[in-house]
């Protein structure tokens, strides 16, 4: 019964400062929930950012999105303007095929040194180095650093990490080839009959190890999700 019938001042002085919040109106020293609440949803902040820090998930959501805009170019580049190219000469695109004879680089280059729009064949070699480079370069190296940024088994990580390194090196010595063999339509191909079945199947494997990714990101953030934790890496 002790401090029963002291005043407020009496009690700070007593007891502390902490009198008052303990014994507010109403309140039985029973915490705010709002209060409690908002502690708790720093809490979960503040571990969510340690979790994040700790495993690289800033980087890894960097890449996914690196790796997202490469794919738009690479739709771009090969639904839009390369059969665009290949509308105007007539003829089958040299990148988009997985096999290339002399007469079809003869047919292709005609096509476009006389189509109705003019000679094509000086801005179809500008947009596909440009957008075609583009594209390779920063699809190798974006898939590349994602797929090393996997927790993987080693021997898997690197595999998955040289496709697309290879795939990009691939298709930039396909585009230099085809423009060699484009200012001389009358020798054989040569290394296109090699790089052209070569880049297609690396692109295939390389789309597939995203895919692979992605299946495994999708049953962790779901097993994540059900054992109400945040998704593991």
């Not at 919040?21 to 908002?38: C, I, L, V």
Request: net charge positive; charged share 15%.
């Amino acid at each position: 019964m002790e401090g029963m019938g002291l005043s407020q001042g009496q009690k700070r002085r007593r007891y502390g400062a902490n009198t008052k919040a303990a014994h507010t109106p109403g309140g039985g020293g029973t915490p705010d929930p709002q209060h409690s609440e908002t502690r708790e949803l720093r809490q979960f902040m503040e571990e969510r950012a340690a979790h994040d820090q700790a495993t690289g998930r800033g980087s890894r959501v960097f890449l996914h999105v690196a790796v997202a805009i490469s794919l738009l170019m690479g739709v771009y580049l090969f639904a839009w303007v390369l059969p665009g190219y290949g509308r105007l000469a007539g003829a089958p695109v040299p990148e988009l095929s997985l096999a290339l004879s002399t007469d079809a680089l003869g047919s292709f280059a005609h096509g476009l040194s006389s189509s109705p729009a003019g000679d094509a064949l000086g801005p179809y070699t500008y947009a596909h180095r440009s957008v075609g480079l583009a594209f390779a370069v920063f699809f190798g190296l974006s898939v590349a650093g994602l797929s090393w940024a996997a927790t993987a088994k080693k021997p898997l990580r690197v595999l998955l990490t040289a496709l697309p390194l290879v795939y990009s090196a691939v298709f930039t010595a396909t585009i230099f080839a085809v423009d060699a063999s484009l200012a001389d339509p009358a020798h054989q191909p040569g290394a296109l009959v090699v790089l052209l079945p070569l880049g297609w199947a690396l692109l295939v494997l390389s789309l597939l190890s995203l895919a692979y990714r992605g299946v495994r990101a999708f049953k962790r953030a779901a097993a994540a999700f059900i054992a109400g934790g945040p998704p593991t890496e």
